[in-house]
C-alpha cells in the first residue's frame, strides 16, 4: 500500500511505497571484472532526516482523481492526482523530466478541473482516408475539402448530449472520441448528395458507414487540465485559475 506523508513545515510529501527500500546496484568500472556493487537506498530515510522534528500527517489519495496531459504509457510526463489530509485538500503534481530520472512529487494547494473543449472532426485522418480508398476513381481535392466543410457544420448543429462516447479509442487520457448520432448521419449522407453524384455518391456513403463506428468519423474532444491554487495556502477563497499548457500528442497508430 502506498502512503503519502506531508511534512507541514515545508509543505513537502512523500509517496511511501514498498519499493523505497531497495538495493540499487552500481556499476564498477575500472575493476576487471566489472563487478556490480550493492548500494542500500532508502529515500524515506532521507526524507525523515531532512525534516528532523517537523510535524507530520498522512494524506488520503482521492480515488478516480489521477489525470495526465499524455498517453497512459508515457513514462516522462506530468500527471495530478488529488489528497486531502480530511480538512484541505491538495493537488499532487508527478513528474520527471527525463527517462532516467526518479518520479518527483509536488504539493500544491489548491484543486484541478478538467475544461472540454468542442468537439473536432479528425481532418487530416479523413482526408488521408478518402485518398487511400478512392484510389480507382480519385476525389478531386475541392470534394474532399467540401466534405470536410460538411462534416464540420453537421458537427456545429447536433446536439453534444445526442453522442455516444467511446472510451476505448484513446490512448491519450485528455482526448476523448465520440460516435456521431443517426440525426447528424442523416443530415451528412443527405447533403453529401450536393457533392457527390450516382456511383461516387455510393461509395462515400459506403466509406460513412464503413468508419461512422470506430474509425476516422469519430468526433474528438480535447480536455485541458486547468489548475487553481490558492493564492496564500492558508486562506480560502482567492483562488487563481491557471490554464496549464496544452500540450497535444500525435496519436499513435
Ligand atoms: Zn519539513
Redesign the pocket.
Known amino acids: 500500500m502506498n502512503q503519502l506523508i506531508r511534512?507541514?513545515?515545508?509543505?513537502?510529501i512523500f509517496l511511501k511505497s514498498p519499493f523505497d527500500r531497495r538495493t540499487e546496484y552500481e556499476r564498477q568500472y575500472g575493476s576487471p571484472s566489472e563487478s556490480f556493487r550493492g548500494v542500500e537506498r532508502d529515500d524515506f530515510q532521507d526524507f525523515l532526516k531532512?525534516?528532523r522534528g517537523?510535524?507530520?500527517e498522512d494524506l488520503e489519495i482521492i480515488d478516480q482523481s489521477f489525470v495526465s496531459e499524455k498517453a497512459y504509457a508515457e513514462p516522462v510526463k506530468v500527471s495530478y492526482f488529488k489528497a486531502t489530509n480530511g480538512k484541505e485538500r491538495f493537488v499532487i503534481k508527478k513528474y520527471r523530466k527525463s527517462i532516467d530520472e526518479p518520479l518527483r512529487y509536488q504539493l500544491i494547494a489548491g484543486d484541478y478541473t478538467l475544461e472540454p473543449t468542442g468537439f473536432e472532426i479528425q481532418t487530416k485522418e479523413i482526408a488521408r482516408q478518402l485518398n487511400a480508398e478512392f484510389k480507382v476513381n480519385p476525389l478531386t481535392e475541392a470534394q474532399i475539402a467540401a466534405f470536410l466543410k460538411l462534416y464540420r457544420q453537421v458537427v456545429e448543429i447536433i446536439d453534444p448530449e445526442d453522442l455516444e462516447r467511446i472510451p476505448e479509442e484513446s490512448s491519450n487520457p485528455l482526448e476523448v472520441y465520440y460516435r456521431l448520432d443517426g440525426v447528424g448521419l442523416a443530415y451528412l449522407l443527405r447533403n453529401c448528395r450536393n457533392i457527390f453524384k450516382d456511383q461516387e455518391y455510393l461509395d462515400v456513403e459506403a466509406f460513412v458507414h464503413r468508419h461512422k463506428e470506430d474509425g476516422v468519423l469519430l468526433l474528438k474532444r480535447t480536455y485541458r487540465i486547468q489548475l487553481s491554487w490558492k493564492a496564500k495556502p492558508e486562506k480560502k477563497a482567492a483562488y487563481a485559475a491557471i490554464p496549464l499548457q496544452e500540450k497535444k500528442m500525435a496519436k499513435k497508430e
Open positions: 511534512c507541514t513545515d515545508c509543505n513537502e531532512n525534516h517537523h510535524r507530520f
